[in-house]
């Protein structure tokens, strides 16, 4: 575990916890490491919400699929980034969502109930980790709100153009890459992908912007 201790340290929800005091407090919230495939499914539909994760390498995608089996992507998750964290936190009985790996990778889970609970060593750094965990929980959930204001747009063209302008803004480049091929992407964005395609092309000979893949330049 300790090979992953400088991508803990990049999490937020370890702000202001010693590096000598990682070991134990993995101890106390029951942290154990996985590693998954791509396509290896982490938390699936229906489970308990019972444990938070944490990617250390690789990435892994919230996926939420309907009663006709259409798929949506919830959320693309890098290293340092938290997932299941909301639902775990809430209590809710069955998570409405899975999450999948998006290639191969590395995650921690962490059991909330040990998060949450301050434990009868009274560890120094438990109030602490409490806190930000409530913090990231209120971060993500602007996340969430921003994709909703995106996905509620009327046509596939503003869904599009809200989501790259966004992108563009996060990553303060007008030229910059998103995490989705064509048909995640169109399942990001809960559109068909032809429609998507078919809007990328005329944004392409209207001068609006230029793509190759998952790289786009806004002109």
Same mark, same amino acid.
């Given at each position: ?5 400088? *991508? ?11 590096? %000598?005091?990682? %070991? ?24 308990? +919400? ?8 690789? +990435? ?5 699929? $309907? ?5 949506? *992507? ?10 299941? %964290? ?15 790996? $998006? ?7 962490? #059991? ?32 969430? $709100?921003?994709? *909703?204001? *995106? ?14 302008? #966004? ?13 989705? #091929?064509?048909? %995640? ?26 793509? #190759? ?7």
């Amino acid at each position: 575990m300790k090979d992953f201790y400088s *991508i803990l340290a990049r999490s937020p929800l370890f702000d202001g916890i010693r590096m %000598e005091d990682l %070991e134990a407090m993995l101890g106390c919230i029951g942290g154990r490491t996985v590693s998954a495939a791509k396509g290896q499914t982490i938390f699936r539909e229906g489970d308990p +919400a019972t444990h938070v994760g944490m990617v250390l390498t690789g +990435a892994v995608r919230m996926v939420r699929e $309907d009663f006709h089996g259409n798929r949506s *992507i919830v959320a693309h998750i890098g290293p340092a980034e938290l997932f299941g %964290e909301t639902y775990a936190c809430a209590g809710v009985e069955a998570l409405p969502i899975s999450v999948v790996a $998006d290639e191969d990778s590395r995650v921690l889970l962490m #059991d909330c109930r040990r998060i949450t609970t301050t434990c009868c060593n009274a560890c120094a750094f438990h109030s602490r980790i409490i806190f930000n965990l409530l913090n990231m929980v209120a971060v993500k959930n602007l996340v969430f $709100d921003q994709k *909703i204001q *995106i996905i509620s747009k009327r046509t596939t063209r503003e869904k599009l153009m809200a989501y790259l302008l #966004d992108q563009a803004k996060l990553q303060g480049s007008n030229c910059f890459t998103i995490p989705f #091929d064509r048909q %995640e992407l169109a399942d990001y964005l809960e559109v068909e992908r032809s429609g998507l395609s078919a809007e990328i092309s005329k944004l392409r000979r209207e001068g609006i912007l230029k793509s #190759d893949k998952n790289q786009f330049v806004l002109l």
